[in-house]
């Protein structure tokens, strides 16, 4: 065992925050030898039990969750910051383009190394990630994530139609190419598959019929798609799908809305579509970077809180424009003020962090086992230094309470206040 003493935070099963100023997080491997969260808590009340365990003490740091980032794409990692009038004529004249070098393997795991490296230096430690529609660019990512030791999370786009040359797959050979992957790496030490249409309007009927067929055939894999970014897509989706009630709607026919179902955006919803989100306990991946820089529109936060159902954030790089959770939870916040209904200022910045942290995990899926450092959590964990520049050191030196010290780190934070990046690893038995 190992433990670690710092400010320690961690929140309870409804997301409320929970801080300890001097506080001890014992590591241990569990059963199966994976290191886990053993204790947690105020360092006065845990110390006497585990005095025979060394302690390595980070004085003036917090002990933080690893971040969840629920929807980013690795091969879009060099488009960053291409400017364009919308996602359409930005897939045409950036992403496809870009994501086509993914045939090749040696682009794949150089891009890959680089993808987890920047995660890793952001504080990241888990994401669902698109690849693109070459088995080629998912290898590389697994076997990169695997060689980490990451709890990671990817699959092979399927796009069969209005896609370019260099992208655009075959229908019968990209459910083939599914399946053998599936095999390969779901469940495989701590990668799982997601089952990854690109989004409606680029998939035959039998393609997404397909994925529905593979998604109900293996059920604990992810499926991971978008939905209701912009007006231009929404509009486009109801031509090629007339006789669905709405975009989202399209999902459901072909048997893609399930629990670890999760689609990035869902911006322009009603509350029908908010509805048969929460039945099916699909989950949405709020990207606010992205849509702020794509001009597509603003998440309505008070609309998914009042029919409940489940979100996380996400960085969407490279529409989004940042790896940083800082970042992103700051444009979470911007976006909170849009459209809002309640009284208040926007999101609560303790909220901001779970739902970048913890309630990401549960959206996924995946609560108790990630996102969160309770005990049985798996041992992935940021050290942030609270004075990592001079004005961060000023004003976080002001903070009266934990939501202004959050707050703090979150308006002027980024890759600085990540000191390490902690990674469970498996004991060598
Ligand atoms: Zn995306």
Redesign the pocket.
Same mark, same amino acid.
């Given at each position: 065992m190992q433990a670690y003493r710092a400010s320690l935070l961690r929140f309870d099963d409804a997301g409320q925050p929970l801080f300890d100023e001097d506080g001890l997080l014992v590591i241990g491997p569990d059963a199966r030898g994976r290191q886990v969260v053993v204790a947690a808590g105020a360092w006065s009340a845990l110390h006497a039990s585990y005095a025979e365990v060394p302690v390595t003490h980070w004085p003036g740091r917090i002990i933080a969750p690893g971040f969840v980032d629920m !929807?980013i !794409?690795f091969p879009q990692t060099d488009i960053i910051g291409a400017p364009a009038e919308g996602l359409l004529p930005w897939l045409e004249n950036y992403t496809f383009p870009a994501e086509s070098r993914f045939v090749d393997a040696g682009h794949s795991a150089e891009v890959a190394e680089f993808f987890f490296d920047e995660l890793m230096r952001n504080g990241v430690t888990t994401s669902l990630t698109?690849a693109t529609s070459h088995p080629a660019s998912v290898q590389a990512f697994f076997a990169s994530a695997q060689r980490r030791q990451l709890r990671m999370i990817s699959g092979k786009v399927l796009q069969d139609r209005h896609s370019p040359d260099g992208v655009r797959d075959d229908t019968e050979e990209s459910l083939v190419e599914t399946e053998t992957l599936i095999r390969q790496w779901h469940n495989v030490d701590r990668l799982g598959y997601a089952i990854t249409p690109r989004f409606a309007p680029t998939s035959t009927d039998a393609q997404l019929r397909g994925a529905g067929e593979l998604a109900a055939k293996y059920p604990d894999t992810w499926i991971h798609s !978008?939905v209701a970014e912009n007006k231009d897509e929404v509009q486009w989706a109801r031509e090629l799908f007339p006789e669905a009630r709405s975009y989202l709607d399209v999902y459901t026919g072909f048997g893609l809305m399930r629990e670890r179902a999760v689609y990035?955006h869902c911006i322009h919803f009603d509350d029908a579509d908010r509805q048969l989100m929460r039945e099916t306990k699909t989950a949405s991946a709020v %990207?606010p970077t %992205?849509n702020l820089f794509l001009g597509s529109g603003f998440f309505d936060f008070d609309g998914a809180d009042r029919v409940g159902y489940r979100y996380g954030l996400a960085s969407?790089v490279g529409?989004g424009t940042s790896f940083s959770p800082f970042t992103t939870m700051m444009a979470a916040y911007y976006a909170g003020r849009e459209g809002q209904t309640k009284p208040g200022v926007s999101i609560a910045p303790s909220q901001l962090w779970w739902r970048h942290t913890g309630g990401a995990a549960q959206a996924l899926g995946l609560g108790g086992v990630i996102g969160n450092l309770q005990p049985g959590c798996e041992g992935d964990f940021v050290v942030i230094n609270p004075t990592a520049t001079p004005l961060l050191a000023r004003k976080t030196g002001l903070a009266q309470n934990l939501e202004e010290l959050l707050f703090s780190l979150i308006v002027l934070g980024d890759d600085r206040l990540i000191e390490r990046t902690m990674i469970s690893q498996a004991q060598a038995t």
């Amino acid at each position: 065992m190992q433990a670690y003493r710092a400010s320690l935070l961690r929140f309870d099963d409804a997301g409320q925050p929970l801080f300890d100023e001097d506080g001890l997080l014992v590591i241990g491997p569990d059963a199966r030898g994976r290191q886990v969260v053993v204790a947690a808590g105020a360092w006065s009340a845990l110390h006497a039990s585990y005095a025979e365990v060394p302690v390595t003490h980070w004085p003036g740091r917090i002990i933080a969750p690893g971040f969840v980032d629920m !929807h980013i !794409h690795f091969p879009q990692t060099d488009i960053i910051g291409a400017p364009a009038e919308g996602l359409l004529p930005w897939l045409e004249n950036y992403t496809f383009p870009a994501e086509s070098r993914f045939v090749d393997a040696g682009h794949s795991a150089e891009v890959a190394e680089f993808f987890f490296d920047e995660l890793m230096r952001n504080g990241v430690t888990t994401s669902l990630t698109f690849a693109t529609s070459h088995p080629a660019s998912v290898q590389a990512f697994f076997a990169s994530a695997q060689r980490r030791q990451l709890r990671m999370i990817s699959g092979k786009v399927l796009q069969d139609r209005h896609s370019p040359d260099g992208v655009r797959d075959d229908t019968e050979e990209s459910l083939v190419e599914t399946e053998t992957l599936i095999r390969q790496w779901h469940n495989v030490d701590r990668l799982g598959y997601a089952i990854t249409p690109r989004f409606a309007p680029t998939s035959t009927d039998a393609q997404l019929r397909g994925a529905g067929e593979l998604a109900a055939k293996y059920p604990d894999t992810w499926i991971h798609s !978008h939905v209701a970014e912009n007006k231009d897509e929404v509009q486009w989706a109801r031509e090629l799908f007339p006789e669905a009630r709405s975009y989202l709607d399209v999902y459901t026919g072909f048997g893609l809305m399930r629990e670890r179902a999760v689609y990035a955006h869902c911006i322009h919803f009603d509350d029908a579509d908010r509805q048969l989100m929460r039945e099916t306990k699909t989950a949405s991946a709020v %990207s606010p970077t %992205s849509n702020l820089f794509l001009g597509s529109g603003f998440f309505d936060f008070d609309g998914a809180d009042r029919v409940g159902y489940r979100y996380g954030l996400a960085s969407d790089v490279g529409g989004g424009t940042s790896f940083s959770p800082f970042t992103t939870m700051m444009a979470a916040y911007y976006a909170g003020r849009e459209g809002q209904t309640k009284p208040g200022v926007s999101i609560a910045p303790s909220q901001l962090w779970w739902r970048h942290t913890g309630g990401a995990a549960q959206a996924l899926g995946l609560g108790g086992v990630i996102g969160n450092l309770q005990p049985g959590c798996e041992g992935d964990f940021v050290v942030i230094n609270p004075t990592a520049t001079p004005l961060l050191a000023r004003k976080t030196g002001l903070a009266q309470n934990l939501e202004e010290l959050l707050f703090s780190l979150i308006v002027l934070g980024d890759d600085r206040l990540i000191e390490r990046t902690m990674i469970s690893q498996a004991q060598a038995t």
